[in-house]
């Protein structure tokens, strides 16, 4: 099996860059250069992000594949050009690669990312790659536009904006739990899996948002939507009541949760990898929303709660409210 | 002491905030949203880069501080902008921590980083932390502004092209092999570990090349003089002569590569991390490489050599021509 060590940067460089599709003509300046050089989106701002994804942390080579990996590396950064509003243009990858990596691996975590980067029309712009003497690594760097006044802040809440979520909630985390219990069965419990392995970042939902100025905040749910909720009030400087039972808990989370004697809504909102949205709405943007919800391709759109003068965060439970419990924080254990 | 593993990740975060000063205002949204939001240069195009330090790979902690990985983090990323003729405006930082890293070495790390970015004016947009179970790796991006017409290709040199240098070769790696030896004394000497240590990025150069039209090909010299020629001359469709009486050998590392016995031009030519800028210049052009000398505040641009049709990449000495030596190569053990 040829490994990467067998083969010298340049070789490994050229490996990779013959993977790569010829880029579209405003990447002045591709891979193969000290640099990239890109034509900015007339009419539109710059927008950045970074998001790594490490071995033993964020993801299992025995659940996840190479191509698994590639993908997730770069859907995770596209959810946050998609909490700007931002439609994406450019990738950078910086890897880090262990000397046992085998060469099919890496070729394997290529297609996956580029396999994403076709779907969204991102092109991969440059990278690095530097030696492992611990695990596998990816750093993305991805840059996209969007008009200067549609960008979608994390803090422009008002008290009496609503909150939506996209999607379905504790799809990714229990779909990880069923993974590493060896239960991931059932087409519920499956499709859980997928979305750990490949989260669909909601660009298209992200680009609706912005373009129909419907939100007054937004943010994904890379920490979950306790922590979602948390960041999008505090940075507003209000407080937020959600309503548990508003939550749009994913099928399989629900089961799964709910075998090990969790509270499922709770195990939920701390869970993270959701890569969903939330977003605030003001009463009279209701209109618009409507049109975004007919533009969004039958893609769930749920009222979970409000934002409140009242700094406190709070979940609202059919026995009375109580503190919406702390996201999930990638410095602890799990 | 207290330990990365100590904090949270939002403290660890906010501890970082608080050190980077208030973004100028092209900066739109700073650290702390999903992303960053950057107004383009009006009349430039974007210039990206990404970069990566690893520990036991390209830094040692018994030889290099916490802040001078910082600051070496982002000046590696700013010569491959130098390396464009882009003036550097942002970085995005992608830290993978170890929980045992102390609170304090991060603290340093970031200063060192925002020493180098307080003295070229870039802002610290956005990142990332993430725990690492191996090594402290650190992956930036910087991204920069230069004039179309302006960008220094690294393919574009004609055959009868001058090549040039900037500054002193073999110091950087002369000032690490010292180091290792324990044996970085003297003037020479400790400033070849300097240069190790907190490479100069030669962005007011690349600039002034740029801005003066000189050079039909750049490229900076991360992998070494060697390496440089070698990827200057391919990506022309060229070969070339370097003259190993004419290299601008640091003269520590003339003493240090001498003392091992080995042939000092022979061993800096291989040697990387020689952050200096690798240029060619057509003779017509030579007047307004007279300007660039003159602005360039002392630094030595040096002649070594010609781009020739011929695809041979030769280095001449006094007793004859042979095949220039291969560059510094990462996934080979030194």
Redesign the interface.
């Known amino acids: 099996m040829l490994l990467?060590?067998d083969?010298?940067?340049?070789a490994?460089l050229e490996r990779i860059r013959s993977r790569v599709p010829p880029p579209p003509p405003w990447v002045?300046?591709g891979i193969?250069?000290?640099?990239?050089?890109?034509?900015?989106a007339r009419g539109?701002?710059?927008?950045?992000?970074?998001?790594?994804l490490?071995e033993?942390?964020?993801f299992d080579r025995r659940f996840s594949s190479a191509a698994d990996v590639g993908y997730k590396a770069l859907a995770v950064n596209l959810s946050?050009?998609a909490?700007?509003g931002?439609a994406p243009r450019?990738a950078?990858?910086?890897l880090?690669l262990p000397?046992a990596l085998s060469v099919a691996d890496l070729d394997a975590l290529m297609d996956g990312l580029l396999e994403l980067a076709a779907l969204e029309s991102v092109a991969l712009?440059?990278?690095?790659?530097?030696?492992?003497?611990?695990?596998l690594?990816l750093?993305l760097?991805a840059?996209?536009a969007?008009r200067?006044r549609r960008?979608l802040?994390?803090?422009g809440g008002r008290a009496g904006d609503e909150l939506f979520v996209s999607g379905t909630i504790g799809g990714a985390a229990a779909g990880l739990e069923a993974l590493q219990a060896g239960a991931a069965e059932g087409a519920a419990l499956e499709d859980c899996a997928a979305r750990h392995r490949r989260p669909v970042p909601r660009v298209r939902l992200g680009r609706l948002i912005a373009g129909n100025r419907v939100a007054s905040a937004?943010?994904?749910l890379s920490?979950g939507l306790a922590d979602a909720v948390r960041q999008v009030a505090a940075?507003s400087g209000l407080g937020a009541i959600v309503e548990a039972a508003a939550i749009p808990l994913h099928e399989g989370a629900r089961d799964w949760f709910g075998r090990g004697g969790r509270d499922p809504v709770d195990a939920a909102l701390a869970a993270g990898e959701d890569y969903e949205l939330l977003f605030a709405v003001a009463s009279r943007r209701r209109s618009r929303l409507a049109t975004v919800r007919r533009q969004a391709r039958g893609l769930a759109l749920t009222r979970i709660g409000i934002l409140t003068a009242d700094p406190a965060v709070r979940l609202r439970k059919a026995d009375g409210d109580r503190d919406l419990p702390a996201g999930y924080?990638?410095?602890?254990s799990r």
Chains 1, 2 share one sequence.
């Open positions: 990467v060590s083969l010298g940067e340049h490994l002045l300046v193969g250069d000290d640099a990239a050089v890109v034509e900015p539109s701002v710059d927008v950045l992000t970074t998001d790594a490490i033993g942390v964020h946050d050009l909490a700007m931002a450019t950078l990858l910086s880090g000397p712009a440059g990278g690095n790659i530097a030696r492992s003497p611990g695990p690594w750093s760097t840059s996209g969007v200067r960008v802040p994390r803090g937004c943010m994904d920490d940075a924080q990638h410095f602890q």
